[in-house]
C-alpha cells in the first residue's frame, strides 16, 4: 500500500531547489541596489560639479576686476569683482555703473571642500580680505572636490590675462571632471 504525499528526498530536492531561486533572486536584488547607488552617487557628483561651474559663471562672467589668481597665474582660490570702479584703487569701495549691484567673491578650497564668500553693496571693499577658508559666513558649493590628474591648482588665468581657467573633480566613487575657461569683462583703469 502506497501512502499518498511526497518523500523525504521529494522534499529535500524541492527545498534545494527553492534555496537556490531565493539566493538567485537576492543576488539580482543585490546587483540592481548597487547599480542603483552607484548611479546616485554619480548623479551626485554631477549635480556637485554642475553648482560649482554654474557658480564660478555667475560671478565670473560679468566680473570687473579679478585679484586671483594673477594673471598668467595660477591658485587654489578664486578672488575678484563686480561693478567695481577701478579708478578708485585697489581695497576701496567704488561702483562702476551707478544703479547697478556691485560685490566681491571669494572661492577657496579646504580639506575637500569648496567655499564661495560675498560681500555686496556700495561698502563692498575690492578686493574683499581673503577670510579663513572654511570660516563661518561661507556658502558651501561642494564637500568632495579635489585636483584634476595633472593639474596643481584649481584656477588659472589664461590667455591675455580676461580668461579663468578652471580644472577640479567632485565625487569619489564617480568623479566628475570640470576643466573650462571662462572670460570676464575686466575694466582698464
Request: overall charge negative; some cysteine; charged content about 10%.
Amino acid at each position: 500500500m502506497r501512502r499518498s504525499g511526497f518523500s523525504l528526498l521529494e522534499m529535500i530536492i524541492a527545498l534545494s531547489i527553492s534555496l537556490l531561486a531565493v539566493i538567485a533572486m537576492l543576488d539580482l536584488t543585490t546587483m540592481l541596489l548597487t547599480a542603483q547607488i552607484s548611479g546616485q552617487h554619480g548623479l551626485g557628483a554631477q549635480g556637485d560639479a554642475l553648482l560649482v561651474l554654474k557658480s564660478l559663471q555667475a560671478d565670473i562672467r560679468p566680473a570687473t576686476h579679478i585679484e586671483s589668481p594673477s594673471p598668467l597665474g595660477i591658485a587654489d582660490s578664486l578672488s575678484g569683482c563686480v561693478n567695481d570702479d577701478p579708478q578708485k584703487g585697489a581695497g576701496a569701495a567704488g561702483i562702476l555703473v551707478a544703479g547697478q549691484t556691485n560685490w566681491s567673491f571669494y572661492y577657496c578650497v579646504s580639506g575637500g571642500t569648496m567655499y564661495r564668500y560675498v560681500s555686496s553693496g556700495p561698502s563692498a571693499l575690492c578686493p574683499m580680505a581673503p577670510p579663513a577658508c572654511g570660516t563661518s559666513g561661507a556658502l558651501t558649493l561642494s564637500a568632495q572636490i579635489a585636483h584634476s590628474a595633472g593639474h596643481g591648482a584649481f584656477f588659472s588665468r589664461q590667455g591675455g590675462g580676461n580668461t579663468i581657467g578652471i580644472d577640479y573633480q567632485t565625487g569619489s566613487s564617480s568623479p566628475q571632471s570640470v576643466d573650462t575657461s571662462i572670460a570676464f569683462l575686466e575694466s582698464s583703469p
